[in-house]
């Protein structure tokens, strides 16, 4: 993660055109080498990072109380993930708005963020599953999973392309939570209803 996050303030401090795989090495602390044996590009070094807040809005739906349905679970996941200083602290906001608005300017680095993204759907029907949803098909599953995740990567991407703060009705937390809310007529139920 110190790579991923020596990469992070690059790009931000000096932009990712101007940052080398050295320059993201040398301020890690390690050798060229070491970081070529993790990444195979200075692109692919904040991937980890990318994750991290996928995977913490993956905990937070697991460790919703499990009396919710799938949709207010979601919607306590986003808002405890998305809220500055619930999941992430305020000023590291600012670093992922940076970061998602690079994703739009650089093709490679879009490639990552989509990669990503691909892998927290994944990552949320097996959650969805471990809640008790395992007797819905697979496919209604991952589906389920696209929708919720898609709402959120929206809310994350539109928040990140203005300058609202991270708090507040214009804040991802919010735009995630209207995402979610404009999809309360999609079949939630029908698509994981959870085991008896």
Same mark, same amino acid.
């Given at each position: 993660m110190e790579i991923a996050r020596a990469a992070a303030a690059l790009f931000v401090k000096q932009g990712l055109r101007a940052t080398r795989a050295e320059d993201i090495a040398q301020a890690a602390g390690v050798a060229p080498r070491t970081f070529y044996r993790y990444f195979a590009t200075k692109e692919e070094a904040v991937a980890p990072l990318y994750a991290a807040?996928?995977?913490?809005?993956?905990?937070?739906?697991r460790t919703a109380p499990p009396e919710l349905p799938v949709l207010q679970a979601l919607e306590h996941a986003a808002h405890h993930t998305l809220t500055p200083g619930a999941g992430v602290s305020a000023p590291s906001w600012e670093w992922i708005r940076t970061l998602?608005? $690079?994703a739009d300017?650089?093709?490679? $680095?879009?490639?990552?963020?989509a990669e990503v993204c691909h892998e927290?759907?994944?990552?949320?029907?097996?959650? $969805?599953?471990?809640?008790?949803?395992?007797?819905?098909a697979a496919p209604d599953l991952r589906f389920t999973a696209?929708?919720?995740a898609a709402s959120v990567r929206v809310a994350v991407e539109t928040w990140a392309a203005g300058n609202a703060p991270a708090q507040g009705p214009e804040g991802p937390a919010a735009l995630a939570t209207r995402n979610l809310a404009a $999809?309360?007529?999609?079949?939630w139920q029908d698509m994981a209803v959870p085991r008896t």
């Open positions: 807040g996928a995977d913490r809005w993956a905990e937070a739906v998602v608005r $690079l300017t650089s093709p490679a $680095l879009r490639k990552v963020w927290a759907e994944t990552t949320l029907a097996d959650v $969805l599953t471990s809640r008790g949803h395992d007797n819905v696209a929708v919720a $999809l309360r007529d999609f079949p």
